[in-house]
């Protein structure tokens, strides 16, 4: 069966500072990897989504950067971190369903 | 732009009745359509998926999909208190790997 892993599970950050998240699927190949967003309250906000190692379609220029650089690997990052990047940052695998990793609760002060 | 809405809630019933979750979509186009449970502090889980119109059932949950009228419903039956969650609505349009999701209803079934 497939799984998929995200971490850290939380992680607080200062203003400025660099940041990366990284999400791994196991058990299936050549999955559509994709990154998302959710502020408090708030829906789902697609950021990138990949449907091969080193493609990567972006849908929220702003501050945030991804990459894949193998098969099952999906990063997240920034150089500098601001306060509206304060969220829950969910990765996702899957072809015609998607499925969600345990996310990844940021808080940047 | 592409919209799914979905009414915000809270959409309160009582133990063992059936709940109704409703979401409509912008474009015409789309072919696949989802529902996700979130339970408060937790990632989206998929509870239904739908491709043709009709209804599809699965324990007590049936999606009922009408893409004349650009809507797809949720239906739980004899909801119990730990359905309470937010639902969200996805649609993926076709020709894309993208999914639009609505806001989510948020549901409470009260014991």
């Known amino acids: 069966s497939q799984t998929i892993h995200q971490w850290p599970a939380t992680l607080v950050q200062p203003v400025g500072s660099p940041l990366s998240l990284e999400c791994t699927v196991e058990?299936?190949?050549?999955?559509?990897l994709y990154w998302y967003r959710q502020a408090a309250g708030r829906g789902l906000q697609l950021l990138f989504y990949s449907v091969g190692i080193g493609q990567i379609s972006s849908e929220v220029p702003q501050n945030l950067s991804a990459s894949r650089p193998q098969d099952r690997q999906f990063i997240l990052s920034s150089k500098k971190l601001l306060l509206s990047d304060s969220g829950f940052y969910l990765c996702a695998w899957g072809w015609d369903e998607q499925f969600f990793g345990p996310g990844t609760r940021l808080t940047v002060l | 732009q592409k919209e799914v809405e979905q009414n915000s809630g809270p959409l309160s019933v009582p133990e063992g009745a059936i709940a109704s979750l409703n979401c409509t979509y912008s474009?015409?186009?789309?072919?696949?359509f989802f529902w996700y449970r979130q339970y408060s502090g937790k990632s989206p889980e998929l509870i239904m998926f739908?491709?043709?119109?009709g209804d599809k059932e699965d324990g007590r949950f049936t999606a009922q999909l009408n893409k004349a009228s650009q809507y797809v419903s949720l239906l739980i039956r004899d909801s119990q208190p730990s359905d309470s969650a937010t639902y969200l609505c996805?649609?993926?349009?076709?020709?894309?790997?993208?999914?639009?999701f609505g806001t989510g209803t948020r549901l409470k079934v009260l014991a």
């Open positions: 474009d015409r186009g789309s072919q696949s």
């Open positions: 996805a649609v993926c349009p076709s020709g894309t790997y993208k999914y639009i």
């Open positions: 058990g299936t190949s050549n999955p559509n």
């Open positions: 739908i491709y043709s119109n």
